[in-house]
């Protein structure tokens, strides 16, 4: 089954503990992004990876870090997380060989950061 | 710059009755794509209609329908004989063919469906 996969699915850290988000696909995709959910504010782009050792900054990059060593996978670190990074994340994967540039979202990550 | 514009932040309908959820949107592109999700209670996020920005003609997917007025850059979504289902977020999205494909949501419209 092509997916999507992200872990942990919930988490509550305090503030500047290091964590790591993980998320994966199966699909071969190149293309992998991670956006954050506020309400009201919609989603918004943290970072992108248009392939393997290639990344580049979203709207919303400050206190965020990634790296895409592999193909599948592309973690999202918050080296020392803050209150206003409690949010909804989801991780997004796409090909330009999919129809109209369709994004597929992993069932996404709660975090509360106290 | 690709902004998305959703003006309605809830909206509610009866069930099997239609409503029309708006979005209008602004971008430089001359090649883009505009979808549709829907996020229900469960928080994931379903694809529920796309457009081809160059197509004329508007989308259809069974029960969902886009009106698309490329000149007036509005993209809405109407939702006939709706169900209790259809309770949840809708995002609008704008994304480029160009560069890595990213996607510029509006603010979402939160609709819930009254038996």
């Known amino acids: 089954e092509a997916q999507v996969t992200q872990n942990p699915r919930y988490l509550i850290t305090v503030t500047g503990k290091k964590l790591t988000v993980t998320c994966s696909q199966n699909?071969?995709?190149?293309?992998m992004s991670w956006y954050r959910q506020d309400p009201g504010l919609g989603l918004r782009q943290i970072y992108y990876s248009m392939n393997v050792e290639v990344t580049d900054k979203g709207d919303v990059p400050e206190g965020y870090k990634v790296s895409r060593k592999e193909k599948r996978n592309f973690p999202l670190i918050l080296e020392s997380p803050s209150p206003n990074q409690t949010s909804l994340y989801f991780c997004?994967?796409?090909?330009?060989?999919?129809?109209?540039?369709?994004?597929?979202f992993g069932p996404g990550t709660r975090l509360t950061v106290t | 710059a690709q902004t998305v514009t959703q003006s309605q932040p809830e909206m509610s309908v009866q069930e099997a009755e239609t409503v029309t959820l708006s979005c209008t949107y602004d971008?430089?592109?001359?090649?883009?794509?505009l979808f549709w999700y829907k996020q229900p209670p469960s928080r994931q996020m379903i694809l529920v209609i796309r457009?081809?920005?160059?197509?004329?003609q508007n989308a259809t997917e069974n029960r969902f329908s886009v009106n698309f007025q490329k000149a007036a850059k509005s993209f809405s979504l109407k939702i006939s004989d709706s169900q209790l289902g259809d309770t949840a977020m809708y995002f609008c999205?704008?994304?480029?063919?160009?560069?890595?494909?990213?996607?510029?949501f509006g603010t979402g419209t939160r609709l819930t469906v009254i038996p």
């Open positions: 699909m071969n995709h190149e293309y």
């Open positions: 457009q081809e920005a160059y197509k004329q």
């Open positions: 971008t430089s592109e001359n090649n883009y794509y």
């Open positions: 999205a704008i994304g480029q063919s160009t560069g890595a494909n990213n996607l510029f």
């Open positions: 997004a994967s796409s090909s330009p060989g999919t129809a109209l540039y369709e994004q597929y």
